[in-house]
Protein backbone atom coordinates (compact mmCIF):
# COMPACT_ATOMS: atom_id res chain seq x y z
CA UNK A 1 0.00 0.00 0.00
CA UNK A 2 0.78 3.69 -0.17
CA UNK A 3 0.66 6.00 2.39
CA UNK A 4 -1.53 9.66 1.13
CA UNK A 5 -1.88 12.61 2.87
CA UNK A 6 -3.83 15.44 1.72
CA UNK A 7 -4.07 18.95 2.10
CA UNK A 8 -5.50 22.36 1.21
CA UNK A 9 -9.01 22.46 2.65
CA UNK A 10 -10.37 25.19 4.40
CA UNK A 11 -13.68 27.34 4.24
CA UNK A 12 -14.41 29.37 1.15
CA UNK A 13 -17.39 31.23 -0.31
CA UNK A 14 -18.88 30.48 -3.53
CA UNK A 15 -17.51 31.29 -6.59
CA UNK A 16 -14.51 30.86 -4.81
CA UNK A 17 -10.94 28.28 -6.18
CA UNK A 18 -9.45 25.78 -3.83
CA UNK A 19 -5.86 23.44 -4.77
CA UNK A 20 -5.90 20.12 -2.93
CA UNK A 21 -2.93 18.16 -3.17
CA UNK A 22 -1.94 14.86 -1.66
CA UNK A 23 2.04 13.71 -1.26
CA UNK A 24 2.37 10.16 -1.74
CA UNK A 25 5.10 7.73 0.13
CA UNK A 26 5.38 4.20 -0.03
CA UNK A 27 5.33 2.54 -3.02
CA UNK A 28 6.17 3.83 -6.84
CA UNK A 29 3.84 6.75 -7.40
CA UNK A 30 4.30 6.61 -10.83
CA UNK A 31 2.88 3.68 -11.49
CA UNK A 32 -0.20 4.38 -9.54
CA UNK A 33 -3.53 5.51 -10.78
CA UNK A 34 -4.62 8.76 -8.79
CA UNK A 35 -8.28 9.53 -7.59
CA UNK A 36 -10.28 11.95 -5.87
CA UNK A 37 -13.74 11.11 -4.06
CA UNK A 38 -15.75 13.16 -1.76
CA UNK A 39 -18.11 12.39 1.03
CA UNK A 40 -20.60 14.70 2.38
CA UNK A 41 -22.76 14.40 5.51
CA UNK A 42 -25.29 11.52 5.41
CA UNK A 43 -24.03 10.58 1.76
CA UNK A 44 -22.13 7.83 0.18
CA UNK A 45 -18.57 8.21 -0.58
CA UNK A 46 -18.84 9.70 -4.71
CA UNK A 47 -15.90 9.76 -7.31
CA UNK A 48 -14.93 12.94 -8.29
CA UNK A 49 -12.09 12.55 -10.95
CA UNK A 50 -8.98 10.49 -11.62
CA UNK A 51 -5.42 10.61 -13.50
CA UNK A 52 -3.68 7.89 -15.02
CA UNK A 53 -0.42 7.07 -14.15
CA UNK A 54 1.88 9.04 -16.57
CA UNK A 55 -0.61 11.80 -16.16
CA UNK A 56 -2.00 11.67 -19.68
CA UNK A 57 -5.44 10.75 -19.19
CA UNK A 58 -8.22 12.18 -16.80
CA UNK A 59 -11.59 11.22 -15.94
CA UNK A 60 -14.29 13.42 -14.15
CA UNK A 61 -17.72 12.96 -12.82
CA UNK A 62 -20.24 14.78 -14.66
CA UNK A 63 -21.22 17.32 -11.17
CA UNK A 64 -17.32 18.81 -11.74
CA UNK A 65 -16.64 18.92 -15.37
CA UNK A 66 -14.95 22.76 -16.44
CA UNK A 67 -14.61 23.44 -12.97
CA UNK A 68 -12.47 20.90 -11.20
CA UNK A 69 -8.97 20.16 -12.57
CA UNK A 70 -6.30 16.81 -11.76
CA UNK A 71 -2.79 17.33 -12.45
CA UNK A 72 0.10 15.00 -11.15
CA UNK A 73 3.87 15.45 -10.42
CA UNK A 74 5.59 12.01 -10.79
CA UNK A 75 8.93 13.61 -9.27
CA UNK A 76 7.60 15.23 -6.01
CA UNK A 77 4.93 12.24 -5.43
CA UNK A 78 2.04 14.77 -5.68
CA UNK A 79 -1.01 15.01 -6.85
CA UNK A 80 -3.19 17.77 -7.28
CA UNK A 81 -7.30 18.72 -7.45
CA UNK A 82 -7.62 22.49 -8.43
CA UNK A 83 -11.35 23.64 -7.83
CA UNK A 84 -13.01 26.68 -9.66
CA UNK A 85 -15.98 27.94 -9.19
CA UNK A 86 -17.03 26.15 -6.23
CA UNK A 87 -20.29 25.78 -5.21
CA UNK A 88 -22.15 24.72 -1.84
CA UNK A 89 -23.07 21.20 -2.99
CA UNK A 90 -19.36 21.19 -3.19
CA UNK A 91 -19.33 20.83 0.66
CA UNK A 92 -17.56 17.77 1.47
CA UNK A 93 -14.68 15.90 2.71
CA UNK A 94 -11.78 14.81 -0.03
CA UNK A 95 -10.49 11.57 -0.41
CA UNK A 96 -6.94 10.83 -2.28
CA UNK A 97 -6.73 7.18 -3.30
CA UNK A 98 -3.96 5.54 -5.06
CA UNK A 99 -5.27 2.06 -7.19
CA UNK A 100 -2.73 -0.41 -9.42
CA UNK A 101 -3.17 0.62 -13.31
CA UNK A 102 -4.15 -1.71 -15.56
CA UNK A 103 -7.59 -0.50 -16.61
CA UNK A 104 -9.03 2.37 -18.90
CA UNK A 105 -9.51 5.42 -16.91
CA UNK A 106 -13.01 5.50 -17.13
CA UNK A 107 -12.73 2.20 -14.61
CA UNK A 108 -11.33 4.09 -12.16
CA UNK A 109 -14.42 5.57 -11.04
CA UNK A 110 -15.27 2.75 -8.93
CA UNK A 111 -14.21 2.38 -5.48
CA UNK A 112 -13.01 -0.56 -5.53
CA UNK A 113 -10.18 -0.59 -7.56
CA UNK A 114 -8.56 1.69 -4.92
CA UNK A 115 -6.42 0.43 -2.23
CA UNK A 116 -4.74 3.10 -0.13
CA UNK A 117 -6.88 6.08 0.93
CA UNK A 118 -5.85 9.30 2.37
CA UNK A 119 -7.26 10.73 6.26
CA UNK A 120 -9.88 13.12 4.01
CA UNK A 121 -9.60 17.28 3.74
CA UNK A 122 -12.45 18.94 4.42
CA UNK A 123 -13.91 21.79 1.90
CA UNK A 124 -16.85 23.90 2.90
CA UNK A 125 -18.35 26.27 0.37
CA UNK A 126 -20.54 28.96 1.95
CA UNK A 127 -23.11 30.22 0.15
Known amino acids: QVQLVESGGGLVQAGASLRLSCAASGRTFSRLVMGWFRQAPGKEREFVVAISASGSYTHHADSVKGRFAISRDNAKNTVYLQMNSLKPEDTAVYYC????????????????????WGQGTQVTVSS
Open 97 to 116: AAAPAGYSIGAYRARNLYDS
